[in-house]
């Protein structure tokens, strides 16, 4: 039977690690509806910019996962109607093997299988073309360039989150929610830092609740 060649290429790679745990993080996401962090982005002159710069950031964050979202349906879409590319090639040594790339393929090539190779490699071009004309129909690369461009923007407002001061609790806790939400997505969420990180927002997020709650209750008994 025929082997798979290990080495994925380009068109293999969708941001599903980016994907994993979206829906809880979104969960925990600390402010929902009009609140005063929402009153902080407004634009008035009280606006803290980390607050602002977090949910510029965030803003674009759900948009890179609208887009992963739907680059990973147009993948499984080529997938099934076109297959990734690929191509069979008998080996020198007699093995038959699939193929995903021109660099396999001419990794797999030698003298004593020049006329099975280059029918492989002519395989391989038709195949990479029915990918290629699907692709350009449904937007599959375009999808993909516009999640680089997101993530662009992404990264240079997480760069500029170091030296954005807080000048609220909520821009304290938004600032933290970002780091966290950030790092979970590339390394294991139960590693150090993450928990900790976790404990500490939800230490801030209780405390912040706590004395809301004790000054709308004095102010309730005036």
């Not at 994907?19 to 407004?42: C, I, M, N, V």
């Not at 090639?89 to 396999?104: F, N, P």
Request: hydrophobic residues 40%; contains cysteine; proline residues 4%.
């Amino acid at each position: 039977m025929a082997d798979s060649d290990n080495s994925m290429s380009a068109f293999f790679v969708t941001r599903r690690r980016l994907l994993a745990g979206t829906a809880t993080a979104a969960a925990a996401w600390p402010f929902h509806g009009k609140s005063r962090a929402a009153e902080l982005t407004d634009g008035s002159s009280a606006a803290d910019p980390a607050l602002r710069l977090c949910g510029n950031w965030q803003k674009i964050h759900d948009e890179t996962l609208s887009l992963c979202r739907e680059q990973q349906r147009l993948e499984t879409h080529l997938a099934r109607t076109i297959g990734f590319p690929c191509a069979k090639v008998r080996l020198a040594d007699g093995r038959d093997v699939t193929l995903h790339s021109i660099e396999s393929l001419n990794v797999a090539y030698s003298p004593g299988n020049e006329v099975e190779w280059g029918r492989a490699l002519a395989d391989f071009a038709a195949h990479q073309a029915r990918w290629d004309a699907a692709d350009a129909e449904i937007g599959y690369t375009r999808a993909d360039e516009l999640i680089r461009q997101s993530e662009t923007a992404e990264s240079a407002l997480l760069d500029d989150l170091p030296q954005t001061a807080a000048t609220s609790i909520e821009g304290i806790l938004a600032k933290l929610k970002v780091i966290l939400r950030d790092g979970e997505h590339w390394e294991h969420p139960d590693d150090f830092p993450w928990p900790h990180i976790r404990s500490v927002l939800d230490d801030l997020a209780r405390h912040h609740k706590y004395r809301s709650g004790d000054d709308l209750d004095r102010s309730g008994n005036r």
